[in-house]
C-alpha cells in the first residue's frame, strides 16, 4: 500500500481520488484552503463531483501530508505554478494531471514545472477521460507520458487498474499537445453543432482538427503516433462528441449565439480551451493551425462565428 497525494479537489483531483483509493492506497485529497477541506471532509461528497461518495481511506486537508510515495497534480493549467510555489512542492517528482497552454508563457505543463523547479522527474497522466465516469470505476484507458522511464514506470504501477488502464509513453511533448489542443478544437465542434451546421461538418472539422495538432506535435519535437494514440485523437473524439465536455458545450451555446461572457458567468468549473487557444497559437508560432487559429479570433472578439466559418470554408483546396 502507498500514500497518494492529490492537489486539487475539483472533480478531476477528487476522481483520482477515488481511483487511487480503488487501487488499493491511502490518499490525501489536498484542497485550496482549510474551509473547503473540512467541508468536504464533513459530507464525504464533492459539489464539484456530486453523488460520488468518499471512503474514509481518502483524507481531506490543505497541505501536502509528510511519507506520500506519489503525487499528482489536478489543478487547472492557469493555476499550475502558482500552486506548486505556495504549497512548497519544489523538488518533488510530480505527476501533472492538467492540460493547456500557460498563457503568459506559452509553456505546456511539465515545462512550466520545470520552469519553477528543474531536475526532478516528472510525468503527465493524460486521455479521454470524464471525471465523472473514472469516480464511478467505469472503464477507462490514459496515458503516462515521461522522459524518466522509472518514473513512468512506477505511475504506471502504483495508479493502474483493471478498469483504469494505463499506458506508457516517452513523448511528453506530444501527449501535452494532445491534450491542450483538443479543448480549443472541440470548442470548434460544439459550435458548428450549436450553429446546426450538421454532423458532416463537425466530421470534417475534428478531422482536419486532428491534422493540426499532428503538424504541431511534430513542429514541435513530438511524433506522429502519439497523436493518434488515447492522449490525441482517443481525448479528441471525446471532448468533441460527449456531452459532459465543458469545452464543447460553451462552444454549442457560441453556435447558438450566447455571449462567451454569459456563457463563463454561469459557470464555476474552469473551461480551459478559452485560455488555451490563444496560447497555444502563440506557441506554434509559423505552424499552420486555422482551426484553432479561427477559435482564438473568435473568443478574443476579433472576428463572429460566422467570419471564423467562412475564413475556413474559403480556404484553398488542396491534397489531404
Not at 471532509?41 to 461518495?53: D, S, T, V
Not at 497522466?125 to 507520458?145: C, K, Q, S
Not at 450553429?195 to 495538432?213: C, Q
Not at 480551451?273 to 497559437?281: F, I, P, R, S, Y
Request: with cysteine; glycine share 10%.
Amino acid at each position: 500500500m502507498s500514500k497518494l497525494a492529490i492537489v486539487g479537489a475539483g472533480a478531476w483531483g477528487t476522481a483520482l481520488a477515488l481511483q487511487g483509493v480503488r487501487a488499493g492506497h491511502l490518499v490525501a485529497l489536498v484542497a485550496r484552503d482549510s474551509s473547503t477541506a473540512r467541508a468536504i471532509a464533513r459530507r464525504r461528497e464533492n459539489i464539484h463531483l456530486p453523488g460520488a461518495n468518499l471512503p474514509d481511506e481518502i483524507e481531506l486537508c490543505h497541505n501536502i501530508p509528510a511519507g506520500i510515495d506519489l503525487l499528482l497534480w489536478a489543478v487547472p493549467t492557469q493555476q499550475l505554478r502558482s500552486s506548486i510555489l505556495s504549497l512548497g512542492s519544489i523538488g518533488r517528482p510530480i505527476v501533472v494531471c492538467a492540460k493547456g497552454v500557460e498563457a503568459k508563457t506559452h509553456l505546456l505543463p511539465l515545462e512550466v514545472v520545470a520552469d519553477v523547479s528543474p531536475g526532478q522527474p516528472l510525468a503527465v497522466l493524460t486521455g479521454p477521460n470524464f471525471a465523472h465516469e473514472v469516480a464511478r470505476g467505469l472503464p477507462a484507458a490514459a496515458v503516462v507520458a515521461s522522459t524518466d522511464p522509472g518514473f513512468r514506470e512506477q505511475v504506471l504501477r502504483i495508479l493502474a487498474t483493471n478498469n483504469f488502464r494505463l499506458y506508457g509513453n516517452d513523448d511528453a511533448i506530444g501527449a501535452q499537445l494532445g491534450g491542450a489542443s483538443k479543448n480549443v478544437i472541440a470548442i470548434a465542434a460544439g459550435a458548428v453543432i450549436g450553429a446546426g451546421l450538421g454532423e458532416n461538418a463537425r466530421a470534417a472539422l475534428v478531422t482536419r482538427g486532428l491534422s493540426e495538432v499532428r503538424r504541431l506535435a511534430i513542429a514541435l519535437g513530438g511524433r506522429a503516433e502519439t497523436v493518434i494514440g488515447l492522449s490525441g485523437l482517443g481525448d479528441l473524439l471525446l471532448t468533441c462528441t460527449g456531452p459532459s465536455s465543458r469545452n464543447f458545450s460553451l462552444g454549442h451555446a457560441l453556435g447558438r449565439g450566447e455571449s462567451l461572457s454569459n456563457i463563463l458567468a454561469s459557470r464555476t468549473a474552469v473551461t480551459e480551451g478559452v485560455t488555451t487557444a490563444a496560447a497555444l497559437v502563440a506557441r506554434a508560432g509559423d505552424v499552420e493551425l486555422p482551426i484553432c487559429s479561427a477559435v482564438a479570433d473568435l473568443l478574443a472578439g476579433m472576428k463572429t462565428l460566422d467570419q471564423a466559418i467562412a475564413q475556413l470554408l474559403s480556404r484553398p483546396q488542396r491534397d489531404e
